[in-house]
């Protein structure tokens, strides 16, 4: 609501008035609401509506909207006595295409009642677009509702998109439910029109005379009109007397109050684009924000195309597009019915864009293109340029903006921007707004870009330095779980790990580098590193953590890790275990189910120096599992670790169809654990999670032998291998692992010093042979020439073996093969 200048005789003419003081009003003006179909009938009729007007819902439904409400103003072709209301649009002789097209105001003293009691109503007419039936939405209040305004004050209704008034926010809330008699996409129209256009509010403004609309094309439409009326006045009369420069000076006024309120629409739309878009870094929303803020207050299409790098996270573009560059069409916004352009533009496309066509001058010039109109002719001609596609519907008969997404100086994507016919064409301001919408969606987006691009880097570097851990090992079957946290760049210290030794043993290892991002990454990296070094060296595990500790300290003080380390002998059926400070693992018994924490000596975490370290052994049994993660999994912000660790052991003792099924389950309770007592949802720290099922080796699948230090013996070790495949069923093993044997064992027998040499064969999906001696210098494979007489021993295990290795053991050495086999092989 506006408090306009008055004129004299009822605003038929005389000095302007200037109002003496801004009237505040209080409180909100119930409201009614009407809506008007194409032919000018009523088709929604509100209680607030039955209430103003004294017509039933049944009187009014169907009938001519001018037979009841003073809206012939807005109505094509309509009328009433214009004595019965003052209307307040544009020039009177200014040609609008006809009433209907914008949005207007009034105010009307009319006769409610058959007993002729008279009303002073307020009016807002705003025309509605799209596919439905609706083309009018009329709000109405009783103007006697107003208080505290002069007697001799005049108000104009008007329209206002941000306002003081204290029911602003309460009218906001309840807007949906004023229009309660419509179906579902009836009425999400209307609404989401007039939440566009803004909040029909009462508002009190000294100098404005026409209503201020958010309709783009009608200021600057109205302002042409006005001079053109100005100009035409001019040379059909004599020179101007007083009344008509009062007229021009009044006119003139209009002119600076359209324009204004021109520049002020823009900015307002500029500034609550600016609020909606980039609320978050994701990509993908971002894009959507942008394209849903132009429609349908700006455009009615909008579509937003990427650069294929962009959108996967890949870096800054290289160079400018061209005809090979591929662009993704991210998001579509429009106001026709809901799946109208699906097939024509569908999201998630990937398309190469044609030279000759705006949409290519666009993306190589980075500057905007705009065709306020395009013909038949033009789009025929553009729409030919696409292959299986027909955009001649979506174009023709369109005005066209595209508007490109820069960062840099460099074209990121761009935006298509479509108005329908009957709306006004872009023009020259509208590519300024809309290069301004671009400009500041392009910072969002490029934002958006780098921190996609640094997030898939650093996930990368991540994963690079977890291990591919085998799901079968000798006598245990392995599943691990990686979850990266939600905070720095999803990167953290975490880490798990499972290592082939000699003896068909392995090391499980779980570790937490404190504190979070890429420095810990890093951290993290060189300490699995050592960690697999070091157990190459077959070290017990308390003197590998001794070691890992050491080797923290030499790289800088802050360097601190918790570390847990174990070594599963599956033919002894024990765990060797050594913790540095870690959260202890969990291991579920197979004969009853139960599960429990081994109680270990906790040590210190790697890095503190100067504290022992212990082993303990635990004896296993076939079946058993063994569970260990990182303190991100079970600790709670507040909560004591122990509920969270009670938590891991119930999860844990779960039975489950396999073992990746295993691990889900422990992950899915103790993230609902978390989500009930943080009550925020979501887990900060990065979480490891390794589990073993500990399978045991049979002693049928073992056999071991004892050979002297004799040449000899290399043939009675080729029988003893024999003998056993064969028992076995494995014909088809035998040559190949006879002649491995002899090369192995020939090796051991020449380099062993005083003590005997061990081979040992182990049968589980493949066959593993060992042979041990007390030498501890690790043979190295060599290039022989033809003529030596040694050194190609190693080099035919290295071509026949499916793995092979050498480690060092307390006694001396071990050097191991692993040969496939095609028979029964036994599995766990």
């Known amino acids: 609501m506006e408090q306009g200048t008055s004129r004299g005789d009822g605003g038929q003419g005389g000095a302007p008035r200037v109002p003496a003081q801004r009237t505040e009003v209080s409180g909100r003006i119930p409201l009614a609401v009407v809506v008007v179909d194409a032919d000018g009938l009523v088709t929604h009729w509100s209680s607030g509506a039955r209430k103003l007007f004294a017509r039933s819902r049944e009187q009014a439904i169907g009938a001519p909207a001018v037979d009841l409400m003073p809206v012939s103003g807005a109505l094509r072709g309509a009328d009433l006595p214009d004595e ?35 009303a002073d109503v307020l009016w807002w007419a705003y025309p509605l677009a799209g596919p439905g039936p609706e083309r009018l939405l009329v709000l109405a209040a009783d103007a006697t509702a107003l208080t505290g305004a002069a007697a001799d004050e005049r108000y104009a209704p008007g329209f206002a998109l941000h306002t003081e008034f204290p029911g602003a926010e309460l009218l ?30 009462l508002e009190i403004s000294h100098h404005a005379r026409v209503p201020v609309t958010p309709d783009w094309g009608m200021p600057r439409y109205r302002e042409r009109q006005a001079r053109r009326a100005a100009r035409r006045r001019a040379a059909e009369q004599p020179p101007p007397g007083p009344a008509a420069l009062e007229e021009r000076e009044a006119l003139e006024d209009l002119e600076d109050d359209l324009e204004h309120a021109a520049v002020r629409e823009r900015l307002e739309f500029l500034n609550e684009v600016s609020g909606r878009i980039g609320s978050s870094l994701d990509l993908a929303r971002t894009i959507r924000e942008v394209t849903s803020a132009a429609v349908p207050r700006f455009a009615d299409f909008a579509g937003t195309h990427l650069r294929a790098q962009v959108l996967a996270g890949e870096g800054f573009p290289d160079g400018p597009p061209d005809v090979t560059t591929v662009w993704h069409r991210v998001w579509v916004a429009h106001n026709d019915e809901p799946g109208r352009w699906d097939d024509t533009v569908p999201v998630g496309e990937s398309i190469a864009f044609p030279e000759h066509t705006p949409f290519f001058q666009c993306m190589v010039t980075g500057e905007p293109v705009l065709i306020p109109y395009i013909s038949d002719e033009l789009g025929d001609r553009i729409a030919g340029q696409f292959e299986k596609r027909d955009l001649r519907p979506l174009i023709n008969g369109r005005s066209i903006l595209i508007v490109p997404l820069k960062a840099r100086d460099v074209v990121l994507g761009f935006m298509v921007l479509l108005r329908r016919a009957g709306r006004e064409v872009f023009g020259d301001m509208d590519r300024t707004t809309g290069a301004e919408l671009a400009a500041r969606a392009g910072l969002v987006l490029d934002n958006a870009r780098m921190y996609t691009y640094q997030e898939n880097v650093a996930e990368t570097l991540q994963d690079s330095m977890l291990p591919q851990v085998t799901p079968r090992m000798a006598g245990c079957d392995t599943a691990t779980r990686y979850l990266p946290g939600t905070r720095l760049g999803r990167v953290g210290g975490d880490w798990f790990d499972a290592i082939k030794l000699s003896g068909s043993r392995t090391a499980l290892v779980v570790g937490d580098v404190m504190g979070h991002g890429l420095n810990s990454a890093a951290m993290m990296g060189q300490l699995r590193t050592a960690v697999q070094t070091m157990a190459a060296l077959d070290l017990p595990p308390a003197q590998l953590l001794r070691h890992l500790d050491d080797l ?12 847990l380390y174990a070594v599963y002998d599956p033919i002894r059926s024990e765990l060797l275990l050594a913790n540095a400070g870690h959260i202890p693992p969990v291991l579920v018994r197979a004969q009853d189910g139960r599960s429990a924490l081994l109680d270990l000596p906790t040590g210190a975490p790697i890095g503190v120096g100067g504290v022992p370290f212990e082993t303990a052994t635990v004896r296993v049994a076939r079946g058993d599992r063994l569970i260990l993660c990182t303190d991100g999994l079970v600790e709670v912000r507040g909560q004591d670790i122990g509920a969270g660790l009670a938590a891991l052991c119930e999860s844990a003792a779960h039975p489950a169809a396999s073992m990746d099924d295993a691990c889900d389950t422990v992950i899915r309770a103790l993230a609902a654990s978390s989500r009930e007592k943080d009550g925020r949802g979501g887990r900060k720290d990065d979480v490891a999670l390794l589990m073993a099922r500990l399978n045991g080796i049979p002693s049928d699948d073992v056999a071991q032998w004892r050979l002297a230090l004799d040449p000899a013996e290399v043939g009675r070790a080729r029988r003893l291998v024999r003998e056993r495949l064969l028992r076995w069923g494995l014909p088809q093993a035998v040559e190949t692992a ?4 002899s090369e192995a064992v020939t090796n051991a027998v020449r380099h062993a010093h005083t003590h005997h040499v061990v081979l040992r064969l182990v049968r589980t999906e493949a066959l593993l042979c060992e042979v041990a001696d007390d030498d501890h210098e690790l043979p190295a494979l060599l290039d022989a020439r033809p003529d030596d007489e040694f050194g190609r021993g190693l080099r035919v295990i290295s071509e026949l073996a499916r793995e092979w290795g050498t480690s060092r053991t307390r006694q001396g050495k071990t050097v191991w093969f692993e040969q496939a086999l095609t028979g029964p092989a036994r599995h766990p």
């Open 84 to 118: 019965a209301y003052e209307t307040h649009q544009a020039e009177p002789d200014d040609a609008l295409d006809g009433p209907g097209t914008y949005p207007t105001a009034g105010r009307a003293r009319m006769s409610l009642a058959a007993d002729g009691a008279q």
């Open 172 to 201: 906001a809330d309840r807007l949906p439910d004023i229009l309660p008699n419509m179906g579902p996409a009836t009425g999400g129209r209307i609404v989401a029109q007039v939440l566009e256009l803004g909040y029909p509010v």
């Open 738 to 741: 006879e002649l491995l044997v």
């Open 552 to 563: 923290a300290q030499r790289l800088g003080e802050h360097y601190l890790a918790t570390c």
